[in-house]
């Protein structure tokens, strides 16, 4: 996949500040997988540090963020920082007052799955 390659160089000189050559491996190593092949044959990169695997490299980049101490998704609003996605929309529900989750027991409404959590079993 070409289009994802290009994404993983553009990231590493950003981290990096060196140039393309020198980034490619200093990608290799930061990311620090294997490539193994699975029972179908499907090429599919495992990551180092933990049982994950992919068939995307792409996919690999973005797991292995969570591995590392960057946090690229920023709150728009206090400028918190998040390693993923899905914890900058859980936080940013704290600021839009969005409240998705509710409990199922009294139909109070949460913005965080571990506040509802929290809230049903001291509560109920
Ligand atoms: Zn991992
Ligand atoms: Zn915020
Ligand atoms: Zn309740």
Same mark, same amino acid.
């Given at each position: 996949?070409?289009?994802?390659? &290009? @994404?993983? *160089?553009?990231?590493?000189? &950003?981290d990096? *500040? +060196? ?11 930061? !990311?620090?997988? /294997? +490539? %193994?092949? @699975? *029972?179908?044959?499907? $090429? ?7 049982? !994950?695997?992919?068939?995307? %490299? /792409? /996919? ?11 946090r690229?998704?920023?709150?728009? +609003? ?20 969005? $409240?998705? !989750? $509710?409990?199922? &027991?009294?139909?109070?409404?949460? #913005?965080?799955?571990? #506040?509802? %959590?929290?809230?049903?079993?001291? /509560?109920?």
């Open positions: 996949m070409p289009s994802g390659v &290009i @994404n993983l *160089q553009r990231q590493c000189r &950003i990096s *500040q +060196v140039s393309l050559t020198e980034t490619a491996t200093v990608c290799e190593e930061e !990311y620090n997988f /294997s +490539v %193994k092949l @699975n *029972q179908h044959g499907l $090429k599919m990169y495992c990551c180092a540090n933990c049982n !994950y695997s992919t068939p995307y %490299k /792409s /996919s690999l980049k973005t797991h292995a963020v969570t591995h590392r101490n960057v690229p998704f920023e709150c728009s +609003v206090c400028h918190k920082q998040f390693k993923l996605r899905e914890g900058l929309k859980s936080h940013f529900r704290l600021h839009s007052g969005e $409240k998705p !989750y $509710k409990c199922k &027991i009294c139909g109070e409404t949460f #913005a965080q799955h571990a #506040a509802m %959590k929290y809230h049903f079993n001291k /509560s109920h």
